[in-house]
């Protein structure tokens, strides 16, 4: 029982709540000890929230994932979590979330709640219309990197990375789509009914489109944002930008993967690799520099 509590929470997904961390990173505190603190305290709450609209979500598409070639193994979905609990689970997760953030400050619970009744809205409702339902995975990033911000008392953190952030997300996002699409083939609407309002060709030029912006805005962002090195040092970190896309891109496309872009940071060690290079750049540049 407690596996299957454990499996529903996607814990492997809470590798998108690093986004919190983005404020404290570049905005330079990641010596402030409070503001360390704080975003901490953030992370770990956004990871019960996210865990609570992921359990909500399984709920919510229990049919269509029994009939899911991987999805029916779910724990709420092959029944070994009744809905019943499943649902007492997911109240617990997201109330406790909400009570823990507003006793933080007000603009982070807000930013919470927003989160919280927006993905609840995905999940039912906006998740079945094509392209706002990637839209919205994205403004979950952004509200993710907001959050971050409302932790602590920024000075330098440029507006730019939300632009960065959100086609970041929408180039994932769109990546996902086209590898459940391509996963699921001519079964594919029998699962979700967006996929009625995809094609391969369609999302391959989304792809193209938000790939292409995101490393100009990126780029943009390392030698206009005002809180960078006079240098221009950060433009250094570009070649890890370009190469972690074309790997994800050369990952969904030739290898036929993505369908869960958690699993490739885990398992994909070339992308790893550019991770971490890009990852010890900005810390050298901002910190050491």
Same mark, same amino acid.
């Given at each position: ?18 986004? =919190?961390?983005? &404020?404290?990173? *570049?905005?330079?505190? $990641? ?21 609570? =609209? ?5 709920? +919510?598409?229990?049919? &269509?994932?029994?009939?899911?070639? =991987? ?45 919280? +009744? /927006?993905?609840? &809205? ?7 219309? @094509?392209?706002?339902? =990637? ?5 979950? *990033? ?14 330098? +953190? ?15 996002? *769109?990546?996902? %789509? ?6 699921? &083939? ?5 699962? %979700?009914?967006? +996929?009625?309002? !995809? ?18 805005? !990126? ?15 950060? /433009? ?9 896309? *074309? %790997?994800?891109?050369? $990952? ?8 869960? @872009? ?14 971490? $290079? ?12």
């Amino acid at each position: 029982m407690l596996k299957d509590i454990f499996s529903s929470l996607r814990v492997k997904q809470w590798l998108k709540n690093a986004f =919190v961390l983005a &404020a404290l990173v *570049f905005d330079r505190q $990641l010596t402030n000890l409070t503001a360390v603190r704080s975003t901490l305290t953030g992370v770990i709450i956004f990871c019960f929230l996210s865990s609570s =609209v992921y359990v909500f979500n399984d709920i +919510f598409d229990i049919s &269509a994932d029994q009939k899911h070639p =991987v999805k029916k193994n779910r724990a709420i979905a092959s029944g070994r979590i009744s809905v019943t609990n499943a649902i007492l689970l997911a109240i617990i997760l997201g109330a406790g979330s909400l009570l823990w953030a507003s006793l933080i400050s007000f603009n982070f619970f807000y930013i919470c709640a927003i989160y919280l +009744f /927006m993905n609840l &809205a995905y999940s039912k409702w906006l998740k079945h219309i @094509p392209i706002l339902d =990637v839209m919205i995975i994205a403004a979950g *990033f952004v509200l993710r990197v907001a959050a971050g911000v409302s932790l602590i008392e920024v000075e330098r +953190f440029s507006p730019w990375l939300y632009v960065v952030t959100t086609l970041l997300a929408l180039y994932i996002g *769109f990546g996902k %789509r086209r590898a459940e699409l391509n996963l699921l &083939a001519e079964e594919a609407n029998q699962h %979700r009914t967006v +996929f009625n309002g !995809y094609t391969l060709a369609f999302l391959d030029q989304l792809i193209t489109i938000v790939s292409a912006t995101t490393i100009v805005s !990126y780029s943009l962002y390392t030698f206009s944002a005002p809180n960078l090195p006079s240098n221009h040092a950060m /433009m250094l970190t570009i070649p890890f930008v370009v190469y972690g896309i *074309f %790997r994800y891109l050369y $990952l969904i496309q030739v290898k036929q993967t993505g369908g869960a @872009p958690e699993e490739l940071v885990i398992k994909d060690h070339p992308l790893q690799i550019a991770l971490v $290079l890009w990852g010890l750049s900005v810390l050298i540049i901002f910190y050491l520099t």
